[in-house]
């Protein structure tokens, strides 16, 4: 069904440095964690948690200092995914493409979008995304079309699908082609004529993205309202790194809520199994060893993501090819293992926790679905093919947005 606009944000705090994100991630997280099962069970969209976040300074986190933001850094900022994703990952995957699409005006901006669109940021103001398109021959295939009036202004026509953050955001950026074929990225009011957000997300996991469909019909926008995102890919760039990388700490994220959840479930509603000889399930000495191995593979998850974080930020202070490069790979890496183990934990969380973990009325299955539906992001194997290219024969990977 369509849907009305959005509310309006009360005035956001502004962040000093990392240290104040991570205190307002952790904070947030244990908020958004209370009633995470029940919005999933009722399909209940977080505006108010939305609001909770953007009042929390933590959009405009990597708002650059000279415009009077935090600028943390991508470790850090991977770090904030990965607390809110073992929360709640549906709230976590919402503001994802938003980080995508400040760090677009990073890359290509004016600096007159750039101080108008940092300052909306640092008041609070959301950003969605209208990007992919379900009908198009491949992910990579974009069918909306900004076309030139000859007025001043440009007119966008097209059809998205899968547009997380659309529904609860004061901004849509809308990926398009202009009449030349050349990539960019309109910047358009969420409540602008011939724009319709449609709630029809109906995927099995992450129910409360939100992530429905966006209807353009001659939308008209300013020429100061469009990057040329064409050029990004035509030099060194950490676009699609950084894009990837948000995607794999959701998935740590929801490997580490799951395994947290699997610990307390285990110790207060397990019983151990006859043979063990002991009187609680956590005490079962084959639990521990299963609950060693997943802490194990988790951990591993969590280095890499830091890892690749670190990549990235290198990356950034010495921009060239190989330094990209290499931070893709990193990235490549540290999604495809966080793919696995969120998957494998997801799925153990049933097998240490015994029948009783079936129960629809746990819930605990909505571990798998997140998990499940999230890791379908960007085909892993792809990732995988492009790291052995990498460490066979040096190889860099290519410059798009999915790796």
């Known amino acids: 069904m369509a849907t009305t606009s959005t509310t309006s944000t009360s005035v956001a705090a502004v962040l ?5 994100a991570l205190a307002q991630a952790r904070r947030l997280a244990a908020s958004f964690a209370v009633e995470a099962a029940d ?9 108010a948690e939305l609001d909770e976040l953007s009042a929390s300074g933590l959009l405009a986190a990597t708002v650059p200092a000279a415009h009077g933001g935090a600028d943390i850094t991508t470790r850090t900022l991977l770090e904030v995914f990965r607390l809110l994703a073992s929360a709640d990952p549906s709230i976590a995957q919402i503001p994802q493409s938003h980080f995508a699409y400040v760090n677009v005006l990073r890359e290509s901006a004016t600096p007159e979008q750039e101080q108008f669109f940092f300052a909306e940021l640092l008041a609070g103001k959301r950003f969605g995304n209208a990007q992919s398109e379900t009908g198009s021959r491949t992910v990579q295939d974009v069918q909306t079309r900004l076309q030139d009036t000859g007025e001043g202004d440009f007119v966008l026509n097209g059809r998205k699908g899968y547009s997380t953050g659309a529904l609860l955001a004061h901004w849509i950026p809308m ?14 009011p969420r409540d ?9 997300w109906a995927g099995m996991g992450q129910r409360t993205t939100a992530s429905g469909t966006v209807v353009l019909d001659r939308v008209r926008v300013p020429a100061d309202r469009i990057v040329p995102h064409h050029l990004t890919f035509e030099r060194p760039q950490l676009h ?6 948000l995607h794999a700490a959701i998935d740590v994220g929801i490997a580490a809520g799951a395994l947290d959840e699997a610990a307390e479930f285990v110790r207060t ?4 199994w006859g043979e063990a000889g002991v009187d609680t399930a956590a005490e079962d000495p084959l639990t521990i060893q299963r609950f060693g191995d997943l802490g194990i593979r988790l951990r591993a998850a969590e280095a890499l993501l830091d890892e690749a974080g670190a990549a990235i930020d290198a990356a950034r202070a010495d921009l060239t090819d190989e330094s990209a490069g290499a931070a893709s790979i990193a990235v490549a890496a540290a999604k495809a293992f966080a793919d696995g183990t969120a998957i494998e934990l997801t799925n153990a969380l049933f097998e240490v926790s015994g029948a009783r973990s079936s129960l629809d009325s ?11 539906t999230h890791t379908l992001h960007d085909p892993v194997r792809w990732k995988v093919h492009h790291v052995g290219r990498y460490t066979l024969n040096g190889t860099l990977p290519p410059r798009h947005g999915q790796i």
């Open 240 to 245: 699609g790194a950084l894009a990837q990388a």
């Open 39 to 47: 919005r999933d069970r009722d399909r209940r969209i977080p505006h």
């Open 16 to 20: 000093r440095d990392d240290a104040e």
């Open 362 to 372: 746990a819930n605990l299955h909505r571990h798998w679905r997140n998990a499940r």
């Open 269 to 272: 509603r397990s019983r151990p």
């Open 175 to 188: 990926l398009a082609k202009d009449d030349e074929d050349r990539l960019q990225v309109a910047y358009v």
């Open 192 to 200: 602008a004529e011939g724009v319709e957000v449609i709630d029809d």
